[in-house]
């Protein structure tokens, strides 16, 4: 089991991290109004896309669509801190953690108000769709996160 993710307050965020707000809405929650532990997945995973366009520069559909590209997740792992709600508006932080050879690491937590609700933890491997093989970050790539990374100190 790994260890608990820790999120940094939400008054300790730096001005430069990108912070993406998320209605929780029914289609999220299970009969009893809570958000479904999957579909918290689920809303990361279109805070990232959006991410690579608002933060770095990046269109994440050409990445994989055109460059053909893969950024699938090797590792994937959350901490459920609070119970998210129907009509919660969740505010998830895209934090950089490590800028490897062909992975990249980030912390993705998510706040209600200033409560933290949910810590994730993410590696995002880059393959080569076309010989499915892992593929150092593309160079683009590594210089947006190295920025952005600088701009989240």
Same mark, same amino acid.
């Given at each position: 089991? &790994?260890?608990?993710?820790?999120?940094?307050?939400?008054?300790?965020?730096?001005?430069? *991290?990108?912070?993406?707000? *998320?209605? !929780?809405?029914?289609?999220?929650?299970?009969?009893? =109004? !809570?958000?479904?532990?999957?579909?918290?997945?689920?809303? !990361?995973?279109?805070? !990232?896309?959006?991410?690579?366009?608002?933060?770095?520069?990046?269109?994440?559909?050409?990445?994989?669509?055109?460059?053909? /590209?893969?950024? $699938?997740?090797?590792?994937?792992?959350?901490?459920?801190?609070?119970?998210?709600?129907? =009509?919660?508006?969740?505010?998830?932080? /895209? @934090?950089?953690?490590?800028?490897?050879?062909? &992975? @990249?690491?980030?912390? *993705?937590? $998510?706040?209600?108000?200033?409560?933290? /609700? %949910?810590?994730?933890?993410?590696? %995002? *491997?880059?393959?080569?769709?076309?010989?499915?093989?892992?593929?150092?970050?593309?160079?683009?790539?590594?210089?947006?996160?190295?920025?952005?990374?600088?701009?989240?100190?």
């Amino acid at each position: 089991m &790994s260890a608990r993710i820790t999120p940094p307050a939400r008054a300790r965020l730096a001005a430069g *991290v990108h912070v993406a707000p *998320v209605k !929780i809405r029914f289609a999220h929650c299970d009969p009893a =109004g !809570i958000v479904y532990f999957a579909r918290w997945f689920d809303m !990361i995973n279109g805070v !990232i896309e959006d991410f690579f366009g608002a933060a770095l520069g990046l269109d994440y559909h050409v990445l994989i669509r055109d460059r053909r /590209v893969g950024l $699938g997740y090797g590792q994937a792992h959350a901490d459920y801190l609070k119970p998210g709600m129907m =009509g919660d508006v969740v505010d998830f932080a /895209v @934090l950089v953690e490590r800028i490897g050879g062909a &992975s @990249l690491g980030l912390m *993705v937590p $998510g706040y209600r108000g200033d409560e933290p /609700v %949910i810590a994730a933890r993410l590696v %995002i *491997v880059t393959t080569d769709l076309n010989a499915h093989r892992a593929i150092r970050l593309p160079d683009d790539l590594r210089a947006a996160l190295a920025a952005y990374e600088e701009r989240c100190r």
